[in-house]
Every structure is written in structure tokens, then in C-alpha cells.
């Protein structure tokens, strides 16, 4: 893909869709009500052994299982459950060695993982999406995004920029970006080194990055600033996405992953596109849910299906109700996920024939 300056960003309007940053009425989710409600395909029966992420100290998804399992049994009271929602890590194992029917994981599955999986099952695992992850709640997968100061004048970035201020193989350009005015910015910005900050590049956060930004490439910008949780000396937690945009906030030099949860009157948000020529996204609800914005995260269940084979009927039964409008309706009320969009869930119907 070719990497142009981008000049045109400067005084021009951009076509970006969403700029608010969230809303207190919740109407983005108000079309889960028109979303078809469940209607079983066959009587099913059997147990369905659950694994995925949660803990018996932090249980995230107790309360939306619990609503899910007793929401489908109205429908299908033959199916038993045993839950094992221990970790992410333990899920996709449990499946391939044949303990586990679904994993259910907190964010999307590694590179690591999937060639676990293929190595033992000779063939990748089948994907379904069942929620989005959250705009700006901490352990509900809160969606990615890139920060300047407020001041900045960049009107908002391409992915193969990104590629090209945070990576040093500039997969998707032909040339590594290290200046503001090789972004387009003139005058006292032109010669300004930008100074990079964002998570340790070694924790799943930077690996997601890693992933949707640099088409996985493992070489960083080395002007990188990495951050990781502290402990403050009273004992409370100074978590690094919090650093990120407070050192932010002192450098108008500086870009920044982070999330908006963190943020301070200093540094702003920047609309993102795929590509050069598409519409520029912010980071809301709506983008998100629509998946528009590129940097949203995905939750995914992974089942075990052969070439050629079909999914366990009581397990294609149970992912079918929860991208009905009562499973969503459910992820809705007991969680801090977002729902599917309506095109998504179709699109993951279709793989449930």
C-alpha cells in the first residue's frame, strides 16, 4: 500500500463519523429491541462444558453467563452446563485437548494461541463473534485509541501511518515517519521528533496493537516509551494507561496509545481510517458497535469444527440465543460489553447452519 504525506490533513475537512466520545442515554444500543428473537432450530440436548475468561476473584462474566444459561434453558431445558471460566489463557487449550466445547475468550486470540491449536487439530479453530468490546470500562476489552495533545493541529491518521510512527518495518508503506511534518505538520511542528509512548511491548495490550496496527510485526519504533503498572507508596495502582497520558500531557512532541478513560484536558483523541481515501472514524459506541472504528476489540467464542464438519448441535444451538436479541439483550443488562451490530451478528449466523 503506498504512504502519502499527508498534507491534505491540514485545513481540509475530513469525513469523520462520530466524533462524540460516548453517550449517557445509551441509544447506540437501543437496536439489540429489533433483533430477531431466538428461535431454537432443533431440540437439543447434552452438556456443554464452558471455558474462558473470568477467575474466582475477578468474576467478569458470572453474572452475563449466569443470564445466558438460565435465558436458554427457557428454550432448551435439556442442556446442562459445567462452567470452567477461569482465564482466557486456559481456553483455547481446553478445547483443542477435547475438555472443553466453547471457549469464550476476553479478547481476541493470539498468534501463539491459534498455532497451538492448528498444530494439534491440523486445521484452525472456527471464530464467533459475541460481543464488542467496551468504549472505556477496565477488564471489558476497552477499545484502542491514539492520543495527541490538544493543540496538536493532526486532524486524525491512517493505519498505515501508525504503521509508520510506532513500527520500524513500515509493512504497510514504504517508509518509517519519525517527524510531524512528515505527517503534514508546517512551520514550528515541521522538524518536531515525534515521541512515541504506549504499553510494554510484551503485554496483551500491545500485542493487540501489534496485530490490528503493525500486520504483526515485532520491531517498535526504538523511540518508544513504554509503560507498566506501578504501585504508588500509599499502595494503590498507578496503571500505565494512565501514565501514557499524563506524560502526554507535558510533551506536544508526543503520540500516545491509550484509552479514553485516562484522559485529561490536555490531549484529545484521534479519528482513524483503514486506509488512505476512507472515511476517518472516532472513538464512540456507535463506531464501535458498527465496526467502523478500526482499533475495536472483538470477543470471540471458539469451537472445535472439522473441514467439512458441523458444530455440536447444543453447542450451535447456545451461540445461535446469544446472538438473539434475548443473548444480546442479556449482554447488555449483566455486562459492560457492547452488543453486536446487526450485520456482524448475521454474519456470524452464517456460520452456524
Do not use: C
Not at 88 to 96: D, F, N
Not at 105 to 128: D, W
Not at 189 to 218: K, M, T
Amino acid at each position: 500500500m503506498r504512504l502519502v504525506r499527508a498534507v491534505w490533513l491540514l485545513g481540509a475537512t475530513l469525513p469523520i463519523v462520530g466524533f462524540a466520545l460516548g453517550s449517557a442515554g445509551e441509544p447506540e444500543t437501543a437496536f439489540v429491541d429489533a433483533l430477531p428473537l431466538y428461535t431454537p432450530a432443533a431440540k437439543v440436548s447434552g452438556t456443554i462444558r464452558l471455558w474462558g475468561h473470568g477467575s474466582p476473584k475477578h468474576d467478569f462474566m458470572g453474572r452475563l453467563m449466569n443470564a445466558w444459561i438460565a435465558g436458554f434453558a427457557h428454550y432448551q431445558p435439556d442442556v446442562k452446563f459445567e462452567n470452567q471460566m477461569y482465564g482466557t489463557s486456559s481456553a483455547i487449550g481446553a478445547l483443542y485437548t477435547g475438555a472443553g466445547d466453547i471457549a469464550l475468550l476476553g479478547e481476541e486470540i493470539s498468534p501463539a494461541t491459534a498455532t497451538a491449536f492448528e498444530r494439534e487439530k491440523h486445521y484452525p479453530p472456527t471464530s464467533i463473534q459475541v460481543a464488542t468490546g467496551s468504549l472505556d470500562v477496565n477488564y471489558f476489552d476497552y477499545a484502542h485509541m491514539v492520543f495527541v495533545q490538544a493543540d496538536n493541529p493532526i486532524k486524525g491518521l491512517t493505519l498505515a501511518q501508525l504503521d509508520a510512527v510506532f513500527g520500524a518495518e513500515h509493512r504497510r508503506g514504504p517508509r518509517n515517519i519519525r517527524t510531524w511534518g512528515e505527517l503534514g505538520l508546517t512551520g514550528e511542528w515541521a522538524d518536531r521528533r515525534i515521541q512515541p509512548y504506549g504499553w510494554q511491548v510484551d503485554v496483551d495490550f500491545a500485542l493487540f496493537f501489534r496485530e490490528a496496527v503493525l500486520e504483526n510485526s515485532h520491531r517498535w519504533n526504538t523511540d518508544l516509551k513504554e509503560f507498566v503498572h506501578v504501585l504508588r507508596p500509599d499502595g494503590t495502582q498507578y496503571d500505565h494507561g494512565q501514565q501514557i497520558l499524563d506524560t502526554l500531557a507535558k510533551n506536544p512532541a508526543g503520540i500516545a496509545i491509550s484509552n479514553v478513560r485516562y484522559a485529561n484536558p490536555a490531549v484529545r483523541a484521534l479519528p482513524l481510517a483503514r486506509r488512505e481515501g476512507e472515511p476517518f472514524y472516532a472513538p464512540t459506541k456507535a463506531n464501535l458497535i458498527a465496526q467502523t472504528y478500526p482499533l475495536v476489540r472483538i470477543i470471540p467464542a471458539f469451537i472445535d469444527v472439522p473441514p467439512g464438519g458441523h458444530a455440536d448441535p447444543a453447542v450451535r444451538e447456545f451461540l445461535r440465543y446469544l446472538l438473539s436479541r434475548e443473548g444480546q439483550q442479556a449482554l447488555v443488562n449483566e455486562s459492560d460489553y457492547l452488543p453486536l451490530g446487526a450485520d456482524a451478528i448475521k454474519r456470524q449466523l452464517e456460520k452456524l447452519p
